[in-house]
């Protein structure tokens, strides 16, 4: 169940659309339940079907995540059978997504690097096959310039609420979010116009970025 109002449909859509999402296990359910009572701001759960389907059609085995939380998104695409390298800052974060990694039998699979997302993203070596970006906001375009030498030719790039809860597309946006806002046009600019790359944005959960590098 997801925990927050759909950023974007109707409700009766949002609604039809969660309706079809298979019933989660009991770890997940746990991981949203948590999410939901500390506030968390894990992917929602069509998002985390959207990862999951993603890496089962590339058949990604290198992932890069920037921004682990408590894991629930790693856990998703460990599952499809990749091997994920995942950044988290917070170290109580850390512990906690290593501690359901471990639960999911899923430990030899997931690793956790605790460390600002650019700082360790600058210290990874490629290429990977799959990056999944849920984290800073104002950080988006930064990440994308370290993320692209990173990630093999074809390789896919997913960045999640790169809507914003429809803020991007606001003529009037508030002065406390106007720099995220900025950050998420410029970075959207740049996935659906690169050279480098193939995207689209796709109006699921709060935006979702999809682009293939060329």
Aim: overall charge neutral; some cysteine.
């Amino acid at each position: 169940m997801k925990h927050t109002s759909d950023a974007l449909l109707h409700s009766t859509q949002a609604a039809y659309l969660e309706s079809l999402e298979a019933p989660r296990d009991a770890l997940l359910a746990e991981m949203e339940a948590l999410a939901a009572r500390d506030r968390q701001p894990i992917s929602d759960p069509e998002v985390a079907s959207f990862l999951a389907v993603t890496v089962r059609a590339t058949g990604a085995k290198r992932v890069v995540e920037v921004g682990t939380n408590i894991g629930y998104g790693a856990i998703v695409m460990a599952r499809e059978g990749a091997r994920v390298t995942t950044i988290e800052k917070s170290r109580e974060l850390c512990d906690t997504a290593r501690a359901f990694a471990k639960r999911a039998g899923l430990e030899a699979s997931i690793d956790v690097r605790e460390g600002a997302a650019l700082d360790v993203l600058a210290t990874l070596e490629g290429p990977f096959d799959l990056a999944y970006v849920d984290c800073v906001k104002e950080e988006y375009p930064r990440y994308l310039e370290l993320l692209l030498p990173r990630l093999r030719g074809g390789g896919v790039l997913v960045a999640d609420n790169v809507l914003w809860r429809g803020l991007v597309a606001a003529r009037d946006v508030p002065e406390s979010e106007r720099a995220r806002v900025a950050a998420l046009r410029e970075f959207n600019r740049r996935v659906t116009t690169s050279a480098e790359l193939r995207g689209v944005v796709l109006p699921l959960g709060d935006g979702v970025a999809y682009a293939v590098k060329r």
